[in-house]
């Protein structure tokens, strides 16, 4: 039996054939021509010493752009006033009234529902004050005061009666707060030229006895202060007279260096709700409507 590759004893290649396997194989320039390439391509990856240079100084001006974008970047973030989130005062009653209840409840978590009902706000107590739609920054409280709150406005240009007796009781959360309330709330476009006096309660640098024997003495229109001094003046004191009280604002749209409001504070929130809006005579005039309260 014969093998395809087998060739017999006088087998003869054609030239063509011979050719083909010639041209198949390089010559010894071709090779040369090789080897001489490889050596220059290995001679091209070893860069100077200047070119690395200049790749570094290349490498280097990209960091230091890049650097300045992000500065650039971070100083116009830095620019630009952030957007304060809504007031929560801008929201009807009904929904205030949801609020407030849920504050309670933090405040007042030992208690159950039944109890905690005798103690809430009653929504009917609970001003609207939706028609205002600019911002709830102190520098609008004026305005505010007068195109919402036309009663309030009335009675703050009257000559208060009695001693100690405000038609309005303002509460801020802190002691700063209340002195630039305090400013806004002696403008003359409230007080008029008969109005009485604004009220600074706050228990930094004032004993309670002083603020005592103030109210007893001074024809007040407004008493503008902390919901700690306030509390301790209306629950453990007379000086503070609820007879001529028609409104009560808490002062919740002003956000401190922490962004918390007056009753995101828990310590602030126990006294608004125990001593300020649970004073007996406080939450008796919410209920029979003699008190509204403003949410500003």
């Keep these: 039996m014969q093998h395809g590759d087998d060739l017999e004893d006088d087998f003869v290649p054609d030239d063509l054939v011979a050719l083909s396997d010639e041209e198949d194989l390089p010559n010894a320039e071709d090779i040369g021509g090789l080897l001489s390439a490889d050596e220059d391509d290995a001679g091209a ?3 100077s010493p200047a070119q690395s240079a200049a790749a570094l100084e290349k490498k280097r001006k990209r960091r230091a752009k890049e650097k300045e974008r992000k500065a650039k970047k971070r100083k116009l973030a830095e620019t630009v006033e952030p957007v304060e989130p809504p007031s929560i005062a801008a929201q009807p009653p009904v929904m205030l009234a949801d609020y407030l209840s849920s504050m309670q409840a933090k405040t007042f978590n030992e208690m159950s529902g039944i109890e905690l009902a005798d103690v809430q706000v009653p929504e009917s107590a609970i001003v609207d004050t939706t028609a205002w739609t600019e911002s709830r920054s102190l520098d609008q409280l004026v305005d505010f005061i007068v195109k919402v709150l036309p009663k309030l406005h009335t009675r703050l240009s009257q000559r208060p009666k009695s001693n100690g007796a405000p038609t309005l009781i303002y509460v801020a959360g802190a002691a700063l707060r209340v002195a630039d309330v305090t400013r806004v709330l002696r403008d003359k476009r409230l007080r008029g030229e008969k109005g009485g006096d604004v009220a600074k309660l706050f228990a930094k640098h004032f004993k309670l006895e002083e603020h005592v024997a103030y109210l007893k003495r001074t024809k007040i229109a407004a008493a503008d202060g902390t919901p700690g001094r306030l509390g301790k003046l209306l629950c453990d004191t007379d000086a503070l007279a609820t007879t001529a009280l028609t409104h009560i604002i808490l002062d919740v749209s002003f956000r401190d260096a922490k962004k918390r409001t007056l ?13 300020v809006l649970g ?3 406080v939450l008796n005039g919410l209920r029979q409507g003699t008190i509204q309260l403003v949410l500003f």
Excluded: C, G, H
């Design 279 to 281: 004073a007996p005579k």
């Design 263 to 275: 009753l995101d504070i828990p310590e602030t929130r126990s006294e608004v709700f125990r001593t």
């Design 45 to 47: 990856a070893q860069p």
